[in-house]
């Protein structure tokens, strides 16, 4: 099965993952620009109104890039959308993704039909993120054009099966866009979710340490620093569970190895004392990867050099 249009022909084979709080006009602008699929939550833009204001911004700064580089346009951009019933911005926010005709949206937490038949009613695909065969399953029944699978090691919100495992059992039945999360902070990393039969790599945590990112800058330094033994899976922030940087538990007077567990009925994306997100910061495990905070540009550039070597090691070995 051929990709969509829309995604075909991109510079590199990266979607840069919708980052809560974090992501906004600027970051996505500079992703596209620099080649890679960029991407915001809605619920970024608060209040509601801000939504319209934020993709006039992209949708009009994307097209005059556009059409000052006519041989190397910008990639097209994505927005996420939260389809959980605690999402009471839902019909809002898709009035507005209706407007600006968005061309790729990103659906969490729950695959619905009706959602994914607005978006093709306006011209755009729908990839929806799962962590595993059976939601995925789910998610093409009900419409949806490409998967996002979630695997182990993924910031945020992630699954726990391994990505070669997650990877193999869609292909056996899904042959259309699928994009792989967990760990990726590299070219060679982009390269092996390509070869274990995955369209795009879908890249996070790195963009938190970027200029253009909306995180605190002691977030920012706190990727840098960290590594993969910093990274605690629980489920207390949210009732989902996720990945998050274990020094930002400590200094919210927590114990990152002794942490209870939440009730998933019970979920919630900020009204406990400690904020999800703003308090507690998610990341994933390839931190290990991020040296320094670089423009998002910088960033790309990183990975696409790191991508053509790792393609010229392995014609090498071939």
């Known amino acids: 099965m051929a990709l969509p249009p829309i995604l075909q022909n991109l510079p590199l084979p990266i979607i840069g993952s919708p980052l809560f709080i974090i992501s906004n006009p600027k970051l996505v602008i500079e992703q596209c620009k620099a080649g890679v699929v960029g991407s915001m939550p809605a619920l970024n833009a608060r209040p509601a109104e801000l939504l319209d204001e934020w993709l006039a911004e992209i949708t009009e700064t994307l ?28 019909e809002h926010d898709m009035a507005l993704c209706a407007k600006y005709k968005v061309p790729i949206v990103i659906t969490s937490l729950g695959a619905r039909e009706d959602v994914n038949q607005a978006v093709h009613g306006w011209g755009g695909i729908v990839l929806h993120d799962i962590i595993n065969n059976r939601f995925a399953h789910k998610a093409i029944e009900k419409g949806a054009d490409g998967l996002i699978a979630v695997a182990a090691g993924a910031g945020g919100h992630a699954g726990v099966k391994s990505p070669f495992a997650l990877v193999q059992e869609i292909r056996e039945w899904f042959d259309g866009p699928l994009a792989l999360s967990g760990s990726i902070a590299n070219g060679a990393a982009v390269l092996a979710a390509q070869a274990m039969g995955a369209d795009f790599a879908y890249i996070g945590t790195a963009f938190i340490a970027t200029e253009e990112a909306r995180a605190d800058e002691r977030y920012k330094q706190s990727i840098v620093d960290g590594t993969s033994d910093d990274i605690v899976y629980s489920n207390l922030f949210t009732g989902v569970h996720g990945n998050y940087l274990a020094p930002s538990i400590r200094n919210a007077g927590l114990d990152p190895d002794n942490l209870p567990t939440s009730d ?12 999800p997100w703003k308090d507690i910061w998610g990341s994933g495990q390839g931190i290990g990867a991020v040296k320094k905070v670089l423009p998002a540009r910088e960033l790309v550039q990183r990975l696409a ?5 790792a393609r010229e090691r392995l014609a090498a070995i071939a």
């Open 63 to 90: 097209a005059a890039y556009n059409r000052a580089n006519p041989d190397k346009p910008a990639a097209p951009f994505a927005i996420n959308q939260i389809v959980h019933k605690s999402n009471d911005r839902l």
């Open 264 to 275: 998933a009925s019970a979920m919630s994306f900020g009204s406990n004392r400690v904020k």
């Open 305 to 309: 050099s790191e991508y053509a070597a």
